[in-house]
């Protein structure tokens, strides 16, 4: 395939969806003012010399409906005020009350201020409208009509969900992701098709909500971090930035190997109905985004949260490439499997161990290894690491200078060459030496399975969860009676059935499944 047949096509995505304050207007700096005036006029009118300022913004305010952006600011600073009436008139008496002072003083600002918009991003709606893709714009402002029409971007858009339209309609403002949807379904666009530009934390969540195929965060105020820990699967600084059709990237997201999971033609619910599942689930790249360092790689409160009520109803088992000590560490969960170095180890609850026969003759091999390791890489190359695990070590070459790498891969191949019985394996960004062995995931998987009392002909399906290289043995092992997902979103090949986009995805297949079982009940 030549890189044009990899680029991105405007035929392949149903519909764009917009956020419109601080992702394509610059109204974001005019409500935050507004908000400012109103809750520094209000801690005053209280005897409080508190103020407002832009962290609180963003974390209690910023992509909320407008009632909600008060009740949440004021219970971050334990304030308590009755609800009222949305006819409440403007004042300091109610939620309702206090929200209207707010767009009162914000339509003032708007009055006076204009609507400034982001001539990069008018550029893409230009650009967008020019290849003939539908385009929605949503906002959870009631003022939103008004903006659009001011800032003389109506023409560009095929609907519009605001605050106004989700109070007709009874829709939950973000991070649900109701908005989002109904402007889909306007659209007659599948979620999985569809693309959202999002400038909040509310936002970017409500996008993955919504099983959107990319959600593209636009960190117009450089808070990139933030919009990344709460769901943007890629974030640009501006519009300039973002080439939608010359990334290669970005057609993997439309273009997944296998079913996803969170789609309309997804039959994984059904399958998961009929039998009960036991999960086995890969760590770095599943339970935990990548990250440049692995030892940054700290699964979420969150995310260990839905693992206990996983564990709770169903067998579940770690098995990793890292070791088991450091994944246990990582985890602190006792009612769980752990099957560290691709499964040479393994230990859970009531008694389960099992170590490989060779692991002394293993573990003194690598040892001679690493030490060549260091002697060849160190001091030679840069933003290389060698992480030693029980039974593997790993080169991360991730932070690596480009150069430098095809050296690191030639130390590999010398260590193949000077010491028996080890080889090569692959993964991402990350060179492994492992032992000659034929032992892997896939057969770490079916020892647990076979050895929990588990067979193919019972009710118990084992489901496979990975996103690596390495985990594909594990897929082809249970390909005939199991549930293979891979986590990706780069089209990859693979022996899985079915796919889901990233780690947020993975942790809401869990709480679905979740709510399954607890309905049957």
Not at 36 to 47: A, T
Not at 197 to 216: I, K, P, R, S, Y
Request: proline share 3%; glycine share 8%; aromatic share 10%.
């Amino acid at each position: 395939m030549n890189t044009q047949e990899r680029l991105l096509k405007p035929n392949e995505i149903d519909a764009i969806i917009f956020d419109l304050d601080g992702v394509i207007t610059r109204t974001r700096n005019t409500h935050m003012k507004a908000w400012k005036y109103l809750f520094d006029d209000f801690l005053r009118s209280q005897g409080n010399d508190d103020e407002m300022d832009e962290l609180d913004y963003l974390d209690y305010i910023d992509g909320k409906p407008r009632y909600e952006g008060v009740r949440s600011f004021l219970e971050s600073r334990d304030i308590e005020l009755p609800f009222g009436n949305e006819d409440d008139e403007p004042g300091h008496d109610t939620v309702c009350a206090l929200g209207n002072l707010k767009n009162q003083k914000f339509q003032k600002l708007v009055r006076t201020e204009g609507v400034e918009v982001y001539e990069a991003a008018v550029d893409r709606l230009k650009e967008y409208r020019s290849k003939g893709i539908k385009m929605a714009v949503v906002s959870s402002s009631k003022n939103c009509k008004t903006i659009v029409e001011q800032g003389g971007l109506a023409n560009f858009f095929d609907t519009r969900v605001d605050g106004i339209v989700s109070a007709e309609r009874g829709l939950e403002g973000k991070p649900n992701p109701d908005i989002f949807l109904e402007a889909a379904r306007e659209l007659n666009a599948r979620p999985e098709k569809s693309i959202v530009f999002e400038d909040a934390n509310a936002g970017v969540q409500a996008g993955q909500h919504g099983f959107f195929a990319l959600v593209v965060g636009v960190a117009h105020h450089n808070n990139e971090k933030a919009l990344l820990e709460n769901g943007a699967d890629i974030v640009i600084k501006d519009f300039d930035d973002f080439e939608l059709f010359e990334d290669e990237e970005l057609a993997g997201y439309f273009r997944p190997s296998k079913p996803m999971v969170f789609s309309e033609n997804s039959k994984v619910f059904d399958l998961l109905k009929k039998k009960k599942p036991a999960f086995f689930l890969d760590y770095d790249g599943t339970l935990t985004p990548i990250v440049n360092r692995p030892e940054d790689a700290v699964i979420t409160g969150e995310m260990r949260q839905t693992l206990k009520k996983l564990a709770q109803h169903f067998t579940v088992a770690v098995v990793t490439g890292r070791d088991k000590e450091d994944v246990q560490e990582f985890i602190k969960l006792d009612n769980i499997i752990y099957s560290g170095s691709h499964g040479y180890v393994t230990e859970g609850p009531n008694g389960l161990y099992m170590e490989h026969e060779k692991s002394e003759e293993i573990i003194r091999r690598l040892d001679a290894v690493e030490k060549d390791l260091h002697d060849l890489l160190d001091g030679q190359t840069e933003g290389f690491q060698v992480e030693r695990k029980r039974y593997a070590i790993a080169v991360h070459y991730r932070n690596a200078s480009e150069k430098d790498v095809p050296y690191v891969f030639k130390v590999v191949d010398k260590m193949l060459e000077k010491h028996e019985e080890i080889k090569k394996g692959e993964g991402k960004m990350v060179v492994e030496i492992k032992p000659d062995i034929d032992w892997h995931k896939g057969k770490a998987v079916t020892w647990i399975y076979e050895k929990l009392g588990f067979n193919k002909q019972d009710d118990t399906i084992p489901v496979f969860i990975g996103d690596d290289v390495t985990d594909e043995d594990a897929f082809h092992a249970i390909k005939d009676f199991g549930i293979g997902i891979l986590v990706e979103n780069k089209g990859q090949d693979t022996e899985a059935s079915f796919t889901l986009k990233n780690v947020f995805q993975v942790r809401a297949f869990f709480n679905e499944i979740i709510r399954m079982y607890q309905d049957k009940q």
